[in-house]
Structure formats: C-alpha cells, structure tokens
C-alpha cells in the first residue's frame, strides 16, 4: 500500500507538471519510458517492465513480483518557418520541454498482473511571438497526458491484457496577424475516456508476436480552433472581415492506433521490430486538416549483460500531413490556403527518421538506472498558400533531439 501511495503521488506531481511534448510520430510521443525508446519506439512483444503496458497491456502478463520505473524526458525541438508568404524565416522559441512519466504493475497470481502509469503522451507547439513584425506573433500549445490502469492475464505461451484509458488534454492558438486573436492565451481543456488492449503468443522460447489496439478518444477545445479561423475570414455570412467559407471545427480528436510486433532473443541479444498505424485520416478534427493515417516502423536491438543492458534503434514514420494543391477556384483555394498555413505553421508535424541510443545499469539487486538519446534529423516543408499574398508559399523546418532519465525499483 505504502508503494501504491508513493506511484499515486508521483501521478498528481506529473498532472501538476502540465507537459508539454513534441514528438516523432505526428503529434503523439514515439515511446514512453527510457528502455523503450533506446529501443527506437518498440514494445509491442518485447519485454521492457511496467511501462510496456503503454505499447501493450498484455505486455505486464510477462512481468515477475512488483516494480514502480518513472522518469523525464528533455526535449529540445528546433522549428523555424517563414510566416505570412515574402517573410524571412524565424525561429521558434518552443525550444525546451520536460515530460514525465511513471508506471506501477504488480503481480497478483501466477495468472494475473495489474498496473497504473501516467504520462505525457502527445503535443506540439510553437512561439514566434518574438519574431519580427512582419511575421504573424504565433504560439500554439497542445499536451496531452493519459493515465492507463491496466490488468493483464498469462498463461505458459500467451497472455492479454486490458486498460481503460483516461485522457486530459489542453490546446491554446494565439496569433497576430494585423488583428490579434487570443492575445491573452487562454487555453481550453478536453477530457475523454477510451481503451486499449492486446496480446502475445510465445512462438517458441526465443520468438514472441503481439498485438495492440488502442481506441480513439474524443476531445474538442472550447473554440480554440474555430476562433483561429474566423480570424482568417472563415466565417459567415460574408463581408467585412469573413469570407463566407466555413470556419474549421473544434473536435481534435486523439487517433486510434493499430501495433503488430515481433521480439526474437537469441543468448543476450534481442531483436525486436514494431509496425504501428495511426489512423489520422479518420479521427475528427485531423481528417478536417487534410492529415493521413500514419504508418511507423520500429527497429531495436538490446545487448543484456551482467548489470547493464545496451540498445540502439531507429523509428522511421512517413510526414502524416498532405498538402493541398491550388484548384484555381479562388474559395476552395482560399480554405486550402488556410489549412496548409495552420498546419506547417502551428503543428509541423514533420519529422520522419530518428536514430536513437541507450543503456540501463544496476545500482542494486532491486534499484536500476536507465538513459537514452534520440536523434531526429532535420526535414523541410513548404506548402502552397496562394491567397495570403507575396510569393504564396509558407516553409518551416524542424529537428529534434531529446535526452531521458529513468529510474526503476523492483520488490
């Protein structure tokens, strides 16, 4: 109970934290916890301790006794983009994020483990209020936490698990484009619940295959989104500042995802390999903003000696965001205008490759210390806004680079 208490207070002090987090796999983290994300993202079979019911909840079926791991990821995104089309490239100042995160899992039976973790799982945002003033003053702001009780069944050769999922997510838009919208950053919050489950099966010794489904989850931000683009003239009916086009939505739903992996062990080394797809094209909100579902594949190899543990892996995700091309109808390009500019301005989602890096040692029979590194190259992106005047063109670019610290307790 006592350790109970101790996880439900590291919970409260991570809501307090408010992370905010940028991220590999559109707007959504590419791993959570050090081991995982060494590993470049995998752990949909490979098993990496109490944070691997965020991969899959089966996953906690392969655990033994207790253990409570929780740790911060530093993450350092670098963003620049041009602003309104003719602007010179300014840099974000969104430059600095801790998220936390923190899981618990216990075994009850020789059949039965359950579990409860919390964590920064999604975001993006930018801040170029700084910029010059021919540039547009923006700043955005989504984070997203989670937190997954879970309980998981095993027999010799397989197992599935299960976990309710609630989610509490916060979105704030500000800009000046000649006329200020949200000059005092108010951001609005959403709630929602949803679900995940999954399982493994035990090939042989060394091969395991899994599965996990994770549900989709409601959100919509007050008028966040909507207030932003009536201040681009969607709006109704029109005249003086409105277009008359219809203004964007404000559901943003959180997407569902599909995971397949694979995790083969052969002596002290383990190869594993995840492919996952995050519906975007289907989930309110960002279907609205023109993205794609989202397909990532996930290599990790780990070297397990006497004390300590080595991995490197890489996470490749195909740019989930399409661009919309000039139609030559000057209303429907208006809109296209619209959505490209807030896409590659207030959430380039970008990134695609990432080379990752990490290790784990034993301070004590019961106490272990992890770390990682990743390692996003820098991508560019310049999308068509033909009705914002100039050269009709927005550019961003963005790379990343983050650093994780976790610890983990075994009794």
Known sequence: MKMNRIVISLCTAGVMASPLAYATNGDEMMAVGSQSTALGGTGVANFIGAEGMWSNPAMLGKSKGSEVTGGFVLFKPHVTNTGMPGGVAATSSADTNYIPDVAYSSRISDSLTYGIAMAGIAGMGVDYTGAP??????????????????????????????????????????????????????????????????????????????????????????????????????????????????????????????????????????VAADYKQIKWGSAAGYKDFNWEDQTIVALGVKYAGNGYWLGLGYNNANDPIAKLSSSGVVAADYRKSAINFFNNMFFPAIVTNSYTVGGGYDITKAMDVEASAVFSPKVEKTVDVPHFGGAGTNTSTHWQQSVSVSLRYKY
């Open 133 to 270: 003033a021919t540039h547009v003053k923006a700043k955005s702001a989504l984070s997203i936490l989670r937190i997954i009780p879970t309980i998981a069944y095993n027999d010799k050769d397989y197992g599935a698990g299960f976990s309710p999922v609630f989610q509490r997510g916060s979105l704030m838009l500000s800009y000046n484009n000649g006329a200020a919208y949200n000059g005092a950053e108010n951001a609005d919050t959403s709630s929602g619940f949803g679900y995940a489950f999954g399982g493994y099966f035990n090939v042989s010794p060394a091969l395991t295959v899994a599965a996990s489904y994770q549900s989709e989850i409601k959100a919509q931000y007050g008028t966040q989104i909507s207030g932003a683009g009536t201040g681009f003239g969607l709006c109704s009916p029109a005249g003086g500042g409105c277009t008359g086009l219809p203004t964007f939505a404000d559901d943003l739903n959180q997407p569902a995802e599909i995971k397949l992996g694979v995790a083969y062990t052969m002596s002290s080394v383990t």
